[in-house]
């Protein structure tokens, strides 16, 4: 440690003098947790060793999981040398790790999994430092196997074991890491007690220390340059998109231009054959933070290497990273899980953030469930159970009567008033950046042309329209701009050629009517003999959506049987042949571009993509008419909602639900119009930004600060209060990276206010603001400061 930190020393008084260095390989420390072990994950067939990993027999496959020391992302974690011989995971029960001394930490990385199988569970950690002060760290556990989402995940396997034997259902183990505040000696780390499910196991540790640098300048690491399968086109060049992330390795003690990159630095790539099509550009890194920079290339190649080189503002060399490895830009997919996983989220969705979900189909003519269901699933809702005990079965006995069914209802969707242009006129006018589209939910009612896979489709039957072509080419023609997507569902709930696929809620097979009425089973309206579920309806709908529709997001619902390969490889060289590109979530039933939590948000920074989709109404994606309209979501909610999710890598996907003549009711759209209205003028603070290392505000009375979040991009930094800022002056308690000759404006509608005054207080690093009463009346929703770097 004495040598790396006397060489990082030397480095900070080079650059800062204007010399060229080359910077070290961004460092871990793996923590030992040997000691606090007290759970066995992994078993292997016929080592007779027994593991109980989630309490009920569970557990992994010990001839699948890698062993130790084990790499990953740069970074190091202890693991066995052989798994299956005994306990090999610390079970989350309030242990404490001390750390043998004192350390000034940068990040700390987790390797852990939940052994639920559900949603993502809040795990609190709570790192204790040697001046006494503690952090909570909140890390959002993803579980080990769940079974509609196929995650991405630092160590997967293909199976795992249960005592009635194997599933085949694969397994995950994660890594995560977050900043750690460095204004004292990091002294231990409290995990959290135990929960009752879904608890928290942490199979290795590691931490990156700080370099407490005294003799000035930045201490500079590469933490990592990524060559992705995003690209541009530059001048008719396509250009591979190569993600660098710098770091600043100082504690964010103090800060001043000598600590910091505080002028225009560019950043390139140096190799065999690589050419910097566009360079990337930092202004500003202060200690302790991180810098993620986009640089363009040309001519990677597979098992080949590249340098990141750094140059001051008059172009000088000041400084060169170790090597990394690089990969060519994929320009053909073919249907294999190696060749699919390297896709990622394009450009455009990453600069986005924000885009209007619709849940539009048959279930919009009944609107209707009791709090807390959904109403898009009232043809599933009606039978559990088929009695009075169920309120959606008395709603619909008493309003419809015991003898009308659920495609009953297909000749009252009617789509009468639907106005593709003035949908995505509102859209526009609310700030979103895309939509997607319900062209398929769980009734197997298409809104599109579903060739000769089924007639159960808007053309054939009810409108007798092709909604999707109607909506996607308006939007194409008259917002071209703003990005088109459908959601599909894979399975459909009574379709009886789904029944040898069925499993859980989607059983396939014909409904049994709820009422007893006689025929016992009823008719699924349109459907066509064919086959195969999977291979003659829907891996032809899928492939005809981003075909014939050209769609931008595949947004698919429930996983479970599919031929998703066969239709990720055709939507991505479709699209890369056309010049765009596009993106699968995960709930396609293979390695998806993002997560997607429902009616749920992380309470923490993830550096893998995300998107957080909640209907307007607060139970429910389908339009609920059950639901009071002062329930929705308003434009405060909307805004801070989002600014929120973007704080934290996220996109947020707002659900609107139609009505079954195509109308969207007036209390939706006044809210999504409230939120626009915030976006025309404070939008600089949302879209094409990028989260800040070192997280959010929350509120803290002591301190006198309320909660606030932080998003930058390279010659901002943006400051989104929640709360009406009172007595003339907002308060952070974080160290900002602001400094000197930096102007601070708040975004209002007429246009940014004048600088306003602003100060630090050196001792603390708290910024207070002063405002104004008349600009901040003038502002709704929340108050975005943005800091303007003065560039030097």
């Keep these: 440690m004495a040598t790396k930190t006397a060489f990082l020393l030397l480095l900070s008084a080079q650059f800062l003098a204007g010399f060229s260095v080359t910077l070290p390989i961004y460092p871990s420390q793996t923590l030992p947790l040997n000691d606090l072990f007290n759970n066995q994950a992994a078993t292997s067939e016929g080592t007779g060793s027994t593991a109980d990993f989630d309490g009920a027999g569970g557990a992994y496959d010990g001839q699948s999981l890698p062993t130790g020391p084990w790499k990953y992302d740069g970074l190091t974690f202890d693991l066995p040398s052989a798994w299956g011989n005994g306990n090999d995971n610390v079970l989350a029960d309030g242990q404490v790790l001390q750390l043998q001394d004192p350390t000034f930490a940068h990040e700390l990385h987790f390797?852990?999994?939940?052994?639920?199988?559900?949603?993502?569970?809040?795990?609190?950690?709570?790192?204790?430092f040697a001046d006494n002060s503690s952090y909570e760290v909140n890390l959002y556990a993803k579980n080990w196997w769940v079974w509609a989402n196929v995650n991405r995940a630092a160590i997967m396997t293909p199976f795992h074991f249960e005592t009635t034997g194997k599933n085949l259902n694969g397994t995950n183990i994660f890594q995560w890491s977050t900043s750690v505040p460095s204004e004292s000696p990091l002294a231990s780390i409290t995990f959290p007690p135990q929960a009752t499910s879904n608890r928290m196991h942490v199979f290795g540790l590691s931490l990156t220390p700080s370099i407490n640098d005294t003799s000035g300048g930045p201490s500079l690491t590469v933490r990592r340059a990524r060559f992705t399968t995003r690209w541009e086109d530059i001048n008719g060049v396509r250009a591979q998109a190569v993600e660098v992330t710098l770091a600043n390795m100082l504690p964010g003690l103090t800060l001043s231009p000598n600590t910091s990159i505080a002028s225009r630095h560019t950043v390139e790539l140096v190799g065999t054959g690589i050419q910097t099509i566009s360079p990337g550009v930092v202004n500003r890194l202060v200690p302790a933070d991180q810098a993620r920079i986009d640089v363009m290339?040309?001519?990677?190649?597979?098992?080949?290497?590249?340098?990141?080189?750094?140059?001051?503002?008059?172009?000088?060399?000041?400084?060169?990273?170790?090597?990394?490895?690089?990969?060519p830009l994929v320009e053909n997919y073919t249907p294999n899980a190696d060749s699919l996983t390297m896709h990622e989220t394009p450009s455009w969705w990453n600069a986005a953030k924000y885009g209007i979900f619709i849940h539009w189909g048959v279930y919009s003519t009944p609107?209707?469930?009791?709090?807390?269901?959904?109403?898009?699933?009232?043809?599933?809702?009606?039978?559990?159970?088929?009695?009075?005990?169920?309120?959606?079965?008395?709603?619909?006995?008493n309003t419809y009567g015991k003898d009308v069914i659920y495609d009953d209802f297909i000749p009252d969707f009617t789509a009468s008033k639907f106005n593709a242009s003035a949908w995505v006129d509102l859209f526009d006018q609310a700030g979103a950046k895309y939509f997607v589209l319900v062209s398929k939910h769980h009734d197997g009612f298409a809104l599109f042309d579903t060739g000769n896979t089924t007639n159960r489709n808007s053309v054939q039957l009810g409108p007798k329209r092709d909604l999707v072509a109607e909506l996607l080419q308006t939007a194409k023609t008259e917002k071209p701009d703003l990005h088109r997507g459908t959601y599909y569902s894979l399975p459909e709930w009574f379709n009886p050629d789904f029944a040898k696929y069925g499993f859980s809620s989607w059983p396939g097979g014909l409904a049994h009517n709820a009422y007893n009425v006689s025929p016992e089973l009823e008719p699924y309206t349109g459907r066509i003999d064919i086959d195969d579920y999977l291979e003659d309806l829907q891996l032809p709908q899928m492939v005809d959506l981003a075909v014939k529709y050209d769609i931008e997001i595949m947004w698919c619902d429930v996983g479970g049987p599919n031929k998703t390969l066969d239709f990720a490889a055709t939507f991505y060289n479709h699209a890369m042949d056309q010049g765009r590109q596009v993106t699968i979530n995960d709930r396609c039933g293979f390695l998806p571009d993002f997560d997607t939590p429902e009616y749920a948000t992380f309470g923490s920074i993830q550096t893998a993509k995300w998107e957080s989709s909640e209907g307007m109404d607060p139970f429910s994606y389908g339009l609920n008419t059950a639901t009071n309209a002062s329930q929705y979501k308003n434009g405060s909610t909307i805004v801070q909602t989002l600014?929120?999710?973007?704080?934290?890598?996220?996109?947020?996907?707002?659900?609107?639900?139609?009505?079954?003549?195509g109308e969207i009711i007036a209390p939706m759209m006044n809210n999504l119009l409230d939120a626009g209205s915030w976006l025309k003028y404070a939008g600089d603070c949302v879209y094409d930004t990028e989260y800040w290392f070192l997280g959010s505000q929350d509120p803290n009375p002591q301190a006198n600060t309320e909660p606030a979040r932080f998003t930058t991009t390279p010659t901002t930094f943006c400051i989104v209060a929640f709360s009406q800022p009172v007595d003339g002056k907002v308060t952070i308690s974080k160290r900002l990276p602001v400094m000197d000759g930096d102007d601070i404006v708040l975004l209002r509608p007429d246009g940014p206010t004048t600088p306003l005054a602003w100060n630090i207080d050196q001792e603390s690093g708290t910024l207070s603001i002063e405002v104004s009463e008349s600009d901040v009346t003038a502002v709704e929703y929340a108050w975005a400061f943005e800091v303007r770097y003065q560039i030097g």
């Excluded at 999994?113 to 790192?127: I, N, Q």
């Excluded at 709090?371 to 079965?393: G, V």
């Excluded at 929120?644 to 003549?661: Q, R, W």
């Design 111 to 128: 390797l852990y999994a939940g052994d639920g199988t559900g949603s993502p569970v809040l795990s609190v950690f709570t790192l204790n």
């Design 643 to 661: 600014v929120d999710i973007v704080s934290k890598n996220g996109n947020f996907l707002l659900d609107i639900g139609p009505t079954a003549e």
């Design 367 to 397: 609107a209707w469930s009791p709090p807390n269901q959904y109403a898009e699933w009232y043809d599933w809702q009606i039978r559990q159970p088929p009695d009075s005990s169920n309120p959606t079965w008395v709603h619909h006995l």
């Design 297 to 327: 290339v040309t001519g990677s190649t597979a098992n080949g290497s590249a340098v990141v080189q750094i140059r001051d503002a008059s172009g000088n060399v000041v400084a060169t990273s170790e090597e990394f490895p690089t990969s």
